[in-house]
């Protein structure tokens, strides 16, 4: 797609606003949006679009996949690529939507009043530090945990079922802290389950996976609020003065 879409790497707004208080578009006033010859001619279907202000945010399926481009007010250009507020100097994107995840966490953490929603990978060096200073805003935050095992870590996987095998919220959270990257884990490794209860955390950790690739979810921790934008979890942190050494 990014062989006939003009590309702005970078497209600085003039306007600054806020992407939560964009107004996103009834199917009937997008709909025409498809007419437009580019799309038409490519066959992508537009299915959500958002008046950001200076422009419009549309959500695309093209070739069975989603994407996000941007289209100009007068419609003459589509932009794909990196928009940012020149005023937070956040990326803006369209809201993920979260209804999906409803029910289907693995735990929750904390008990503050602000969700969010996370994935996250037992082996990822950057999750295991996001994690590392979750208990300064436990009792601001509430989070709901899914895992995510990447590929490329190899015990990823049989540590997500470990934690996904402990029965209260505690054991999880205290399970989820056991480990850190590069710890022996034979422990792990050795871990014996019965066929039955392999079985249901294998299904419970491949519906998470499949909703990371639903929602997709390229790496971890991956965060989202409870209006489904991203989260930097940097960002996050500091917004609770909490002072993150990233070495």
């Known amino acids: ?19 939560a208080a964009s107004k996103e578009l009834s199917k009937t006033e997008f709909k025409n949006f498809e007419s ?53 100097g956040n990326q803006i994107s369209i809201p993920t939507d979260i209804s999906i995840l409803k029910g289907k966490e693995a735990f929750f953490y904390g008990k503050g009043k602000e969700e969010f ?15 590392s200073y979750l208990p300064q805003i436990e009792d601001k935050v509430k989070l709901n945990v899914f895992f995510y095992p990447l590929d490329f870590h190899e015990n990823a996987k049989d540590l997500s079922l470990y934690i996904l095998s402990k029965k209260s919220t505690k054991e999880k959270i205290d399970a989820m802290y056991e480990f850190n990257v590069g710890d022996d884990l034979s422990k792990i490794k050795n ?46 942190l500091e917004s609770y003065g909490v002072e993150v050494e990233l070495r």
């Open 1 to 19: 797609m990014r062989n006939f879409i003009k590309l702005f790497f970078v497209f600085l707004l003039t306007n600054s606003f806020l992407f």
């Open 191 to 236: 871990q014996k389950y019965s066929k039955d209860e392999l079985a249901k955390l294998e299904s419970k950790l491949n519906e998470h996976l499949s909703l990371a690739q639903t929602l997709n979810i390229q790496s971890t921790p991956s965060l989202f609020d409870a209006l489904g934008n991203s989260v930097i979890w940097v960002d996050l």
């Open 36 to 88: 437009l010859e580019l799309l038409k001619r490519n066959d992508i279907k537009v299915l959500k679009a958002y008046d950001i202000g200076s422009l419009y945010s549309l959500q695309i399926e093209v070739k069975g996949k989603t994407d996000e481009i941007f289209l100009s007010k007068d419609k003459s250009y589509l932009i794909s690529g990196l928009v940012i507020d020149t005023k937070t």
């Open 117 to 131: 929603y996370l994935f996250t990978d037992p082996e990822c060096t950057f999750c295991k530090k996001f994690e």
